[in-house]
């Protein structure tokens, strides 16, 4: 099977949102932030009303340290995706993409590269309203728009056969009847 597509800004930018909050959600850990808020900057406002004598000085403190966090990582964040989404850096991502299952492996490839996956490699297929995502490694994934098939069937039959290369789908096609308990 081949399919060929192009990517959109907008493409771009929807698949880095997905992933970004597919990938919160999976491995962040909300716990050290808490212990952080909740625990260590109290105690360091007692600290420095303490220390300076003063209760108002170290409400003004911690203000003053929370503020430069929040200013700081909002126009670095700012920074980074007027960046990343550049024309230059985008320049591989806008040119169309070829993507070919085989036996043994999937090709994504365009003018200036080629991807090959093994399926053996293969972690997950996750499905959005808009893309599929393929999972070759935790953190990564490759996306294919749903706009690049020209039909129902010819989504249904990809969606098929990679579901057939799923490692739990894989593993339950060859167990025996009897193995199962």
Same mark, same amino acid.
């Given at each position: ?5 192009? /990517? ?18 999976? !491995? ?17 406002? @007692?600290? @420095?009303? @303490?220390?300076?004598?003063? !209760?108002?000085? =170290?409400?003004? *403190? ?7 966090? *929040? ?8 920074? +980074? ?8 850096? /985008?320049? $591989?991502?806008?040119?169309? +993409? ?14 200036? /590269?080629?991807?090959?996956? +093994? ?5 997950? /297929? ?8 393929? +999972? !070759? ?12 098939? $020209? ?19 894989? =593993?339950?096609? $060859? ?7």
């Amino acid at each position: 099977m081949r399919i060929e597509f192009q /990517l959109s800004i907008d493409d771009v930018r929807q698949l880095n949102r997905e992933d970004q909050s597919y990938m919160l959600r999976r !491995f962040s850990d909300p716990t050290p932030a808490r212990v952080c808020w909740y625990l260590l900057m109290p105690a360091s406002v @007692v600290a @420095v009303a @303490v220390i300076s004598g003063s !209760f108002p000085i =170290a409400l003004l *403190a911690y203000g003053l340290i929370w503020g430069a966090g *929040a200013i700081g990582n909002r126009w670095h964040r700012g920074r +980074f995706e007027k960046n990343y989404y550049s024309e230059e850096n /985008l320049a $591989t991502s806008l040119i169309p +993409f070829q993507l070919e299952l085989l036996p043994d492996r999937l090709v994504l490839s365009n003018a200036n /590269l080629v991807h090959q996956h +093994f399926w053996h490699s293969f972690l997950l /297929l996750r499905e959005t309203p808009c893309y599929f995502h393929l +999972f !070759f490694s935790p953190l990564s994934s490759v996306g294919i728009p749903k706009s690049a098939f $020209t039909s129902d069937t010819a989504l249904a039959s990809f969606r098929a056969a990679i579901q057939s290369h799923e490692p739990a789908k894989a =593993a339950s096609s $060859t167990r025996s009847p009897d193995s199962v308990r």
